[in-house]
């Protein structure tokens, strides 16, 4: 027994030790060899942005692969948190951006992208051409940053706790949650509400000051979205390693067990439900001042469904399999929609079947296997566990 309770100890440690090099892998990938091979020339900063963005990507994924990986809640609304996020920055950069001349009766700048609303000629002040009043709070940066995160988790808790509470779970909640996306993308492609309808929200020039067209604050944009993707991905190894990473775990394996012992299980999936969509946000508020556009498009169900590709491709319940989901097919996507464009669909659909039905456990423990079978076929015989010897 004492030997067994070593073996477990000196296991635990090692995927420890294997957990802490993935997360100093992925940050030397972002913060060293990226930035070198943009200084020395080998890559552009157009490369550097595109790959940014595909980071933000990651961010949603990483959130998902929490509520779905560990605590088995299937939701398809973290494009909808990533929007609210996106939305919201926005907003900012949109009264930071645009022609002068333009000031309503109330002395505010009317955005440029508001003459979709407001379709009349620079100089102009008609009466009724008014800064909506939730533009305002947004003319602040900080102000941006702090409700970006706070909008996605406040519509995640009151989605979550009539959910959860109900005791709406599995497929049911993935059709509420997609169909609670989709009214929200019909929400925001009306012109009447005020966020510019179908062309979305766009004519960004300065975040803080600084000009968006300036390669190096295009480059900061970066070296930005992968520090808070590796601060995410730490927060969330230490959560899942936690007490509460266990209980999540268990709502997911066994919910109704873990009720009759005398927990509340709706808790703590609403907990990790509003983490994941405040993630989302703000991964919507880094994607877009490097993408310079944020529309209603984003909001589409193919864009959840997306999201969760990322995962089951990576590899569900590993954090990092999300991450190299969302990396492997958006690079996957920018080559193929570039060189063959037909071909993407049936592609991604072909990707997903196959992980799904060949590599369950996803890209992230290929290597594992495909080294494990190598040994059995070296060795002549199947791998023994060494704590069953």
């Known amino acids: ?87 919201a920055m926005g907003m900012y950069l949109a009264h930071h951006g645009g022609p002068e001349g333009i000031i309503d009766k109330t002395g505010w700048k009317l955005p440029a992208c508001l003459y979709v609303v407001y379709p009349y000629k620079v100089g102009e002040a008609p009466q009724d051409a008014l800064v909506p009043w939730f533009w305002k709070p947004f003319w602040s940066l900080p102000t941006t940053v702090v409700l970006g995160l706070l909008i996605p988790g406040i519509v995640a808790f009151i989605i979550g706790y009539f959910g959860f509470r109900s005791r709406v779970r599995g497929v049911y909640f993935a059709i509420l949650t997609q169909a609670i996306t989709v009214a929200a993308q019909n929400f925001f492609s009306m012109n009447n509400m005020k966020f510019c309808g179908t062309n979305g929200l766009t004519r960004f020039e300065k975040i803080a000051g600084f000009e968006l067209a300036n390669s190096k604050v295009q480059f900061s944009l970066y070296l930005l979205t992968v520090v808070m993707l590796f601060l995410v991905y730490v927060s969330y190894r230490y959560i899942i390693n936690s007490r509460l990473g266990r209980v999540l775990i268990a709502v997911r394996d066994d919910e109704n067990t873990l009720r009759f012992s005398g927990y509340k299980p709706y808790v703590y999936k609403l907990f990790a439900f509003v983490l994941a969509a405040a993630t989302a946000g703000l991964a919507g ?4 001042p490097q993408m310079k556009i944020i529309t209603p498009h984003n909001l589409g169900a193919e864009r959840s469904i997306l999201i969760v590709v990322y995962v089951a491709v990576g590899g569900r319940s590993t954090l990092s399999g999300a991450i190299l989901g969302a990396l492997s097919v958006s690079l996957m996507y920018d080559y193929l929609t570039s060189a063959i464009p037909w071909a993407w669909p049936f592609v991604l659909g072909s990707l997903f079947i196959a992980v799904v039905l060949g590599y369950p456990d996803g890209l992230v423990k290929l290597p594992q296997k495909l080294f494990n079978k190598f040994k059995r076929s070296t060795t002549g015989g199947p791998l023994e566990d060494s704590a069953t010897s």
């Open 285 to 288: 508020m880094l994607y877009v």
């Open 1 to 87: 027994m004492i030997n067994r309770g070593y073996e477990f100890g000196a296991n635990q440690k090692a995927n420890g030790l294997k957990r802490s090099f993935i997360s100093l892998l992925w940050l030397a990938l972002g913060l060293v060899i990226i930035p070198l091979l943009y200084v020395t020339g080998v890559i552009s900063i157009e490369t550097v942005n595109k790959l940014g963005r595909y980071m933000t990507y990651a961010l949603v994924a990483v959130g998902l692969d929490l509520i779905w990986g560990y605590a088995g809640i299937l939701g398809l609304c973290q494009a909808l948190f990533f929007c609210l996020g996106g939305y």
